[in-house]
């Protein structure tokens, strides 16, 4: 069969695993690769290209970075259908429709559950046992589309988004290889998705990291393995941000958000157990090991993060 043309549609890790699977299947020659603009990274705010725009350039593909599709004119390339993964920008309709044999996407959930930017993010705060990944068309509403193929991953007890994502996303490929000849070849049926079963996510923010210790240390971990690396979880400590870049559930009784020492470790209070700092940052200094952040910092221990 002759390599159909393809644009991929993609900014993150997830989606640069997505596309080293399509490069290396050989059954699709991708043409061009859409992904965000580079964009300003850290404290030290250094430009940053994003991990599929690396990979690209690697396989000397070209690529487009507009900050906007909206207004975007694909008439002028000849590809026959667009792959999608952890892209982050609307597609409009015009764009979808231009694609001769459609537009597919690649998601990390079971769709209907979890539409929207973090889905990922949400199944670990939400402390599932189970997700996997959604072939599906592409309509002009989010995630909205008929399901083509999806296939089920178990959630370990200590994963977070860095783990989980790429498990999914090397599964993602398996499934996403499997279904492209389906779909080009008519074998496919796609189902409709049930809105009544339909759940959303949001796009993350730093502020959505905020901890809240009078949740379980079941919740307050969950959330830490749903935004690390990012946005990352985090409390106050003498009016600054105190980042927690590391932890563990403790079934140590302590009062609610009450940091306490013992054996050397750190651990602070939730409504239900407690959780052992690792690792963590206060706002303007470098990340340190919890004997090291106690050496500069002996106060902390007795305080309170309500």
């Not at 559950?113 to 705060?125: D, E, F, H, N, W």
């Not at 393995?225 to 979880?233: D, E, H, Q, S």
Request: positive net charge; contains cysteine.
């Amino acid at each position: 069969m002759q390599k159909i043309k393809i644009a991929f549609f993609g900014t993150h890790d997830f989606a640069a695993t997505i596309l080293q699977g399509l490069l290396d299947s050989g059954i699709v020659s991708v043409e061009t690769v859409f992904t965000q603009p580079d964009r300003k990274i850290g404290r030290k705010q250094i430009i940053e290209e994003s991990p599929v725009k690396k990979l690209a350039k690697k396989y000397n593909i070209p690529v487009e970075q507009p900050e906007s599709l909206k207004n975007f004119e694909l008439s002028t390339f000849n590809f026959e259908l667009g792959i999608v993964a952890q892209y982050g920008l609307i597609i409009p309709k015009k764009i979808i429709d231009s694609f001769s044999k459609g537009m597919i996407n690649v998601h990390g959930s079971l769709l209907p559950k979890y539409r929207g930017a973090s889905p990922i993010q949400a199944a670990l705060v939400n402390g599932e046992k189970e997700t996997g990944n959604t072939i599906m068309i592409m309509d002009e509403k989010m995630d909205h589309g008929p399901i083509l193929s999806q296939n089920k991953l178990s959630i370990n007890a200590n994963d977070t988004f860095t783990t989980l994502a790429s498990k999914m996303a090397t599964e993602g490929v398996i499934l996403l290889l499997n279904t492209i000849p389906e779909w080009l070849e008519g074998r496919l049926q796609p189902q409709i998705q049930d809105e009544s079963q339909v759940t959303s996510t949001k796009l993350l923010t730093k502020e959505g990291g905020l901890l809240d210790f009078s949740k379980t240390n079941e919740e307050v971990y969950n959330k830490y393995r749903g935004l690390t690396p990012w946005p990352g979880v985090w409390t106050t400590w003498n009016g600054k941000r105190l980042k927690l870049l590391k932890i563990a559930k403790s079934e140590k009784t302590l009062t609610t958000g009450e940091v306490s020492l013992e054996n050397k470790k750190i651990f602070i209070g939730c409504g239900k157990g407690s959780i052992e700092v690792l690792e963590l940052q206060l706002e303007g200094k470098n990340a340190m090991d919890a004997k090291t952040f106690l050496n500069g910092y002996k106060d902390f221990i007795g305080s309170n993060l309500r």
